[in-house]
Protein backbone atom coordinates (compact mmCIF):
# COMPACT_ATOMS: atom_id res chain seq x y z
CA UNK A 1 0.00 0.00 0.00
CA UNK A 2 1.64 3.31 -0.95
CA UNK A 3 2.84 5.63 1.83
CA UNK A 4 1.37 9.28 2.18
CA UNK A 5 3.75 12.11 2.10
CA UNK A 6 2.98 15.99 2.59
CA UNK A 7 3.15 18.32 1.84
CA UNK A 8 2.57 17.64 -1.78
CA UNK A 9 4.79 21.06 -2.40
CA UNK A 10 6.85 23.38 -1.15
CA UNK A 11 8.89 26.75 -1.97
CA UNK A 12 11.74 27.77 0.13
CA UNK A 13 14.13 30.81 0.03
CA UNK A 14 17.81 29.34 0.29
CA UNK A 15 18.91 29.12 3.63
CA UNK A 16 15.19 28.03 4.77
CA UNK A 17 14.12 24.85 6.42
CA UNK A 18 11.63 22.09 5.68
CA UNK A 19 10.11 18.77 6.85
CA UNK A 20 8.61 16.46 4.50
CA UNK A 21 6.81 13.77 6.47
CA UNK A 22 5.53 10.38 5.13
CA UNK A 23 2.91 7.75 6.84
CA UNK A 24 1.80 4.43 6.12
CA UNK A 25 -1.05 2.68 7.37
CA UNK A 26 0.85 -1.02 8.07
CA UNK A 27 3.61 -1.52 9.48
CA UNK A 28 7.08 -0.97 8.19
CA UNK A 29 10.45 -2.49 8.42
CA UNK A 30 11.95 0.53 6.80
CA UNK A 31 12.16 3.97 5.31
CA UNK A 32 13.84 5.20 2.51
CA UNK A 33 14.03 8.72 1.14
CA UNK A 34 15.36 9.75 -2.38
CA UNK A 35 15.40 13.08 -4.15
CA UNK A 36 14.76 12.95 -8.34
CA UNK A 37 15.76 15.78 -10.47
CA UNK A 38 13.90 16.36 -13.55
CA UNK A 39 14.83 14.02 -16.35
CA UNK A 40 17.15 12.06 -13.65
CA UNK A 41 16.91 8.94 -11.54
CA UNK A 42 16.07 9.16 -8.15
CA UNK A 43 19.05 9.52 -6.19
CA UNK A 44 19.20 7.66 -2.72
CA UNK A 45 19.25 10.26 0.31
CA UNK A 46 18.51 8.25 3.74
CA UNK A 47 17.78 4.75 5.13
CA UNK A 48 15.98 4.42 8.34
CA UNK A 49 15.52 0.66 9.96
CA UNK A 50 13.35 -0.58 11.94
CA UNK A 51 14.78 -0.65 15.49
CA UNK A 52 16.92 3.01 15.35
CA UNK A 53 19.45 1.74 12.89
CA UNK A 54 19.89 4.54 9.76
CA UNK A 55 22.16 5.68 7.03
CA UNK A 56 22.59 8.52 4.73
CA UNK A 57 24.21 11.69 3.86
CA UNK A 58 25.47 13.92 6.64
CA UNK A 59 23.31 16.84 6.03
CA UNK A 60 20.23 15.09 5.78
CA UNK A 61 18.28 14.01 8.65
CA UNK A 62 15.19 12.12 9.56
CA UNK A 63 12.95 10.31 12.12
CA UNK A 64 11.44 6.87 11.93
CA UNK A 65 8.34 6.91 14.57
CA UNK A 66 8.17 2.86 14.37
CA UNK A 67 4.63 2.81 16.24
CA UNK A 68 3.09 5.11 14.37
CA UNK A 69 4.54 4.14 11.10
CA UNK A 70 5.78 7.66 10.12
CA UNK A 71 8.87 9.25 9.12
CA UNK A 72 10.04 12.97 8.32
CA UNK A 73 12.99 14.58 6.32
CA UNK A 74 14.59 17.52 7.93
CA UNK A 75 16.10 19.82 5.44
CA UNK A 76 17.93 22.64 7.03
CA UNK A 77 19.81 25.51 5.61
CA UNK A 78 18.32 24.29 2.08
CA UNK A 79 20.30 25.09 -1.00
CA UNK A 80 18.94 25.73 -4.50
CA UNK A 81 20.42 22.22 -5.38
CA UNK A 82 18.04 20.96 -3.14
CA UNK A 83 15.38 21.58 -5.42
CA UNK A 84 13.20 18.14 -6.95
CA UNK A 85 10.92 15.81 -6.21
CA UNK A 86 11.65 13.85 -2.64
CA UNK A 87 10.24 10.63 -2.55
CA UNK A 88 9.84 8.23 0.69
CA UNK A 89 9.28 4.39 -0.04
CA UNK A 90 8.43 1.87 2.49
CA UNK A 91 9.19 -1.55 3.14
CA UNK A 92 6.20 -3.45 5.12
CA UNK A 93 6.50 -6.87 6.55
CA UNK A 94 8.37 -10.03 5.40
CA UNK A 95 6.70 -11.59 2.25
CA UNK A 96 6.75 -15.00 2.54
CA UNK A 97 9.55 -16.92 -0.03
CA UNK A 98 10.98 -13.26 -0.91
CA UNK A 99 14.43 -12.11 0.30
CA UNK A 100 13.71 -8.24 0.24
CA UNK A 101 10.68 -6.80 1.05
CA UNK A 102 8.65 -4.42 -1.90
CA UNK A 103 9.85 -1.17 -1.59
CA UNK A 104 6.88 1.40 -2.25
CA UNK A 105 7.35 4.97 -3.23
CA UNK A 106 4.89 7.82 -1.85
CA UNK A 107 3.29 10.07 -4.45
CA UNK A 108 6.39 12.55 -4.01
CA UNK A 109 6.71 16.02 -2.83
CA UNK A 110 8.40 19.04 -5.06
CA UNK A 111 10.79 21.32 -3.38
CA UNK A 112 11.54 24.27 -4.58
CA UNK A 113 14.44 26.30 -3.52
CA UNK A 114 14.71 30.16 -4.50
CA UNK A 115 17.62 32.42 -4.08
CA UNK B 1 31.85 2.32 -8.93
CA UNK B 2 28.07 2.97 -7.51
CA UNK B 3 26.48 3.53 -11.34
CA UNK B 4 24.01 1.50 -12.95
CA UNK B 5 23.91 1.74 -16.35
CA UNK B 6 20.69 1.21 -18.67
CA UNK B 7 20.34 1.35 -22.44
CA UNK B 8 19.02 3.20 -24.34
CA UNK B 9 18.06 5.70 -22.82
CA UNK B 10 15.26 6.54 -25.47
CA UNK B 11 13.39 4.04 -27.38
CA UNK B 12 10.50 4.50 -29.78
CA UNK B 13 8.67 1.51 -30.44
CA UNK B 14 5.46 0.58 -32.89
CA UNK B 15 3.14 -2.15 -31.14
CA UNK B 16 4.35 -5.00 -33.14
CA UNK B 17 7.56 -4.45 -32.52
CA UNK B 18 9.64 -6.39 -30.16
CA UNK B 19 12.21 -4.62 -28.28
CA UNK B 20 14.73 -5.04 -24.85
CA UNK B 21 16.01 -2.42 -22.26
CA UNK B 22 19.08 -3.43 -20.71
CA UNK B 23 20.51 -2.63 -17.12
CA UNK B 24 23.81 -3.33 -15.61
CA UNK B 25 25.79 -3.05 -12.36
CA UNK B 26 29.41 -4.06 -11.21
CA UNK B 27 28.49 -3.23 -7.47
CA UNK B 28 27.66 -6.81 -6.33
CA UNK B 29 24.25 -6.22 -5.72
CA UNK B 30 22.13 -9.60 -5.45
CA UNK B 31 18.74 -7.89 -6.11
CA UNK B 32 17.83 -5.73 -8.85
CA UNK B 33 14.26 -3.90 -9.72
CA UNK B 34 12.56 -3.02 -12.48
CA UNK B 35 10.22 0.26 -12.10
CA UNK B 36 8.11 2.02 -14.48
CA UNK B 37 7.33 5.89 -13.87
CA UNK B 38 5.05 7.69 -15.50
CA UNK B 39 5.14 11.88 -15.84
CA UNK B 40 4.38 13.16 -12.15
CA UNK B 41 4.19 10.29 -10.34
CA UNK B 42 5.81 7.89 -8.39
CA UNK B 43 8.06 4.90 -9.25
CA UNK B 44 6.20 2.15 -9.89
CA UNK B 45 7.22 -1.45 -8.91
CA UNK B 46 7.38 -4.35 -11.54
CA UNK B 47 10.06 -6.99 -10.77
CA UNK B 48 12.16 -7.89 -7.80
CA UNK B 49 14.95 -10.45 -8.78
CA UNK B 50 16.78 -11.55 -6.06
CA UNK B 51 20.01 -14.38 -6.34
CA UNK B 52 19.07 -14.26 -10.40
CA UNK B 53 15.91 -15.84 -9.25
CA UNK B 54 12.25 -13.64 -10.08
CA UNK B 55 11.04 -13.37 -6.81
CA UNK B 56 7.94 -10.54 -7.27
CA UNK B 57 6.22 -9.87 -9.96
CA UNK B 58 3.77 -6.77 -9.49
CA UNK B 59 1.21 -8.41 -11.85
CA UNK B 60 2.54 -7.17 -14.64
CA UNK B 61 1.08 -7.86 -18.36
CA UNK B 62 2.86 -10.84 -20.28
CA UNK B 63 3.85 -8.20 -22.83
CA UNK B 64 6.96 -7.35 -20.48
CA UNK B 65 9.20 -10.08 -19.68
CA UNK B 66 12.42 -9.67 -17.76
CA UNK B 67 15.48 -11.95 -17.62
CA UNK B 68 18.29 -12.13 -15.26
CA UNK B 69 21.15 -13.23 -17.06
CA UNK B 70 23.74 -13.25 -14.34
CA UNK B 71 24.08 -10.92 -11.01
CA UNK B 72 25.56 -8.02 -12.99
CA UNK B 73 22.73 -7.75 -15.49
CA UNK B 74 19.21 -7.34 -15.78
CA UNK B 75 17.08 -7.40 -19.48
CA UNK B 76 13.44 -6.30 -19.90
CA UNK B 77 11.60 -7.94 -22.78
CA UNK B 78 8.92 -5.76 -24.62
CA UNK B 79 6.34 -7.04 -27.16
CA UNK B 80 2.80 -5.90 -28.21
CA UNK B 81 2.90 -2.66 -26.14
CA UNK B 82 0.30 -0.31 -25.84
CA UNK B 83 0.38 3.45 -26.37
CA UNK B 84 -0.66 3.49 -22.73
CA UNK B 85 3.09 1.69 -21.42
CA UNK B 86 4.73 4.88 -22.84
CA UNK B 87 6.84 6.09 -19.64
CA UNK B 88 10.23 6.05 -17.65
CA UNK B 89 11.85 2.53 -17.21
CA UNK B 90 14.02 2.64 -14.55
CA UNK B 91 16.25 -0.04 -13.41
CA UNK B 92 17.83 -0.48 -9.98
CA UNK B 93 19.82 -2.65 -7.63
CA UNK B 94 20.75 -3.23 -3.95
CA UNK B 95 22.85 -4.85 -1.47
CA UNK B 96 21.28 -8.01 0.11
CA UNK B 97 19.58 -7.02 3.52
CA UNK B 98 18.13 -8.81 6.06
CA UNK B 99 14.79 -10.90 6.05
CA UNK B 100 12.52 -8.16 4.80
CA UNK B 101 14.66 -5.50 5.17
CA UNK B 102 15.93 -3.59 2.02
CA UNK B 103 19.13 -1.94 1.61
CA UNK B 104 19.49 1.68 -0.32
CA UNK B 105 18.53 0.96 -3.77
CA UNK B 106 20.81 2.41 -6.91
CA UNK B 107 19.10 3.85 -9.86
CA UNK B 108 19.88 3.74 -13.01
CA UNK B 109 18.95 6.83 -15.51
CA UNK B 110 15.87 4.67 -17.28
CA UNK B 111 15.08 4.66 -20.79
CA UNK B 112 12.81 6.93 -21.93
CA UNK B 113 10.10 4.69 -23.79
CA UNK B 114 7.34 5.78 -26.21
CA UNK B 115 5.11 3.36 -27.95
CA UNK B 116 3.51 4.72 -31.37
Request: glycine share 8%.
Amino acid sequence: QQPVQSPQAVILREGEDAVINCSSSKALYSVHWYRQKHGEAPVFLMILLKGGEQKGHEKISASFNEKKQQSSLYLTASQLSYSGTYFCGTVGPYAGGTSYGKLTFGQGTILTVHP
Amino acid sequence: DTEVTQTPKHLVMGMTNKKSLKCEQHMGHRAMYWYKQKAKKPPELMFVYSYEKLSINESVPSRFSPECPNSSLLNLHLHALQPEDSALYLCASSWPGQRGKNTEAFFGQGTRLTVV
